[in-house]
């Protein structure tokens, strides 16, 4: 995949049994939007961008499918479009598939109050023969292996393990070489393999605490490998 990542916040540690901040702290403070409010006030508004900026993109549409003749450029162009719509919005390219699509991911960079701009400029979507339009990261399988940083790791080398956080789950993730000293760039890391993991919708809205640790940490005992954690999830939400 090809994309502008999300906005990365500075992320402190903190102990499990302090655990609450995972949404709260690394993500600028989760605020629920009220819907009824942009209904009232904001669709008018809200319609105009989101039509300007399809126009844009089908004016543009043959270079933003053909990007790697000028990716940076390409990127800048696309990423000053979506923030016109909102700041927050971010996007991801697939490499042309089998029936000669691309995918565009339309992404809220994991941050929950622009979720409803994600879901407007995705429903206001024109039909585009190149493209298939996404709502939100989707999960990944195979899930990919990350390099943030500096710093690569294999997905087969993150392991999980989940505990019972209110009516959501707490998730603790297990790195080989984590340490409080990179905690900001491993706490990165963990967000984008929960991302591969469960996609961005299910990240924000099903899981409550999460946090990141050494495997030699003492709650390691029993974790699974991250690639089960789909699975775990979904059978605790009956899905």
Do not use: C
Not at 10 to 39: C, E, N, R, T, W
Not at 222 to 227: E, L, Q, T, V
């Amino acid at each position: 995949m090809f994309a502008k990542r999300r906005k990365q916040a500075a992320i402190s540690p903190q102990p499990l049994s302090k655990a609450l901040y995972g949404k709260d702290s690394m993500k600028h403070g989760v605020i629920l939007v009220i819907m009824g409010i942009f209904s009232i006030f904001g669709s008018k508004a809200n319609a105009s961008v989101e039509a300007d900026f399809w126009k844009w993109f089908q004016k543009n549409e043959d270079m933003i499918f053909n990007f790697e003749k000028d990716t940076e450029n390409t990127f800048d162009k696309l990423s000053l479009a979506l923030s016109k719509v909102d700041p927050e919005l971010t996007f991801e390219f697939s490499p042309i598939r089998e029936n000669g699509k691309r995918e565009f991911v339309l992404s809220a960079g994991g941050i929950k109050k622009s979720f409803p701009s994600v879901e407007l400029l995705f429903n206001s979507a024109p039909e585009l023969k190149q493209w298939t339009i996404v709502k939100f990261r989707p999960r990944r399988t195979p899930l990919n292996d990350l390099t943030f940083g500096g710093v690569s790791i294999k997905a087969d080398d993150v392991y999980y393990n989940i505990y019972k956080d209110e009516d959501k789950l707490g998730v603790v993730l297990f790195f080989d070489n984590y340490s409080d000293k990179e905690h900001t760039t491993y706490g990165n890391l963990g967000y984008l393999f929960l991302d591969e993991a469960l996609g961005e919708y299910d990240v924000e809205t099903k899981l409550g605490f999460i946090e990141f640790h050494n495997k030699s940490s003492e709650h390691f005992d029993g974790a699974k490998p991250i690639r089960e954690l789909a699975t775990q999830v979904d059978e605790y939400y009956d899905n």
